[in-house]
């Protein structure tokens, strides 16, 4: 693991997400190697689509690809076949995660996409499903066709809660997007490009806490061009 990526883990694990961010780091420091945290960690520095499991569309020319491209710290890219809503989703496989409201949770993700309008977005914690984009249960962010607005959904057996417009991307423009669990807390928090947290009331009904899940995220095509998804890295912790 990288310790730059890790920094925000180390941070909101330790405090209360309703404090400012970045004051100074916790006297309790969950290092990869502390048991009391299990999770994922990829920064892409080598890709085995084994370990994935990956529905793909591929209605128009050519075919979708997953590849490690050049970039510092490395990066997945993820290009679709050239037709409309021709998609490429991964889910790891294993739904090797759970959320609790008495445990801190954290997921984070750097990506960046070539259109930010035309094109589906989801980035996060889901049930294993074909359709990430409406998928029934988890916590994960997710960008629609036809604006450029990323929107955080919190979601249990269908009862969702959307918090619209958190974000804006641009063209070929990474964003760090990332999303916390404070037991202390009846809210979920999220954070843009690690600035300050932002908490949004959940209820109990839509707090998914009753399904395994799993690192999911990918892209669909809103029109019939080639559109492509850069992932910088992803990163999920949640404590034992």
């Known amino acids: 693991m990288a310790n730059t990526h890790f920094q925000n883990m180390i941070f909101w694990a330790g405090n209360n997400a309703t404090t400012k961010a970045k004051k100074s780091l916790p006297m309790f420091q969950p290092y990869p190697s502390d048991q009391t945290f299990y999770g994922y960690f990829n920064d892409f520095l080598e890709y085995h689509a084994g370990i994935w499991t990956i529905t793909t569309t591929e209605a128009g020319t050519g075919s979708a690809t997953e590849a490690i491209t050049s970039g510092a710290?490395?990066?997945l890219l993820i290009t679709n076949a050239a037709g409309d809503?021709?998609?490429d989703f991964l889910q790891l496989k294993g739904e090797s995660f759970r959320f609790s409201r008495n445990k801190k949770a954290y997921f984070s993700a750097r990506f960046a996409t070539n259109d930010a309008i035309q094109t589906d977005?989801?980035?996060?914690?889901?049930i294993t499903d074909t359709t990430p984009l409406t998928a029934t249960d988890g916590i994960f962010f997710k960008k629609d066709d036809g604006d450029a607005l990323l929107d955080l959904v919190v979601e249990k057996n269908n009862q969702a809660i959307d918090t619209n417009g958190i974000a804006t991307l641009a063209n070929d423009t990474f964003i760090t997007a990332s999303f916390f669990i404070d037991p202390n807390s009846s809210k979920v928090f999220y954070c843009i490009?690690?600035?300050?947290?932002?908490g949004v009331e959940i209820p109990d009904a839509s707090f998914p806490d009753d399904e395994d899940i799993t690192v999911s995220f990918g892209i669909q095509n809103g029109e019939a061009v080639v559109k492509t998804l850069t992932v910088d890295y992803i990163t999920a912790m949640i404590e034992r």
């Open 73 to 75: 710290g490395g990066q």
């Open 121 to 126: 977005l989801v980035f996060g914690l889901q």
């Open 193 to 198: 490009n690690n600035g300050d947290p932002v």
């Open 85 to 87: 809503n021709d998609a």
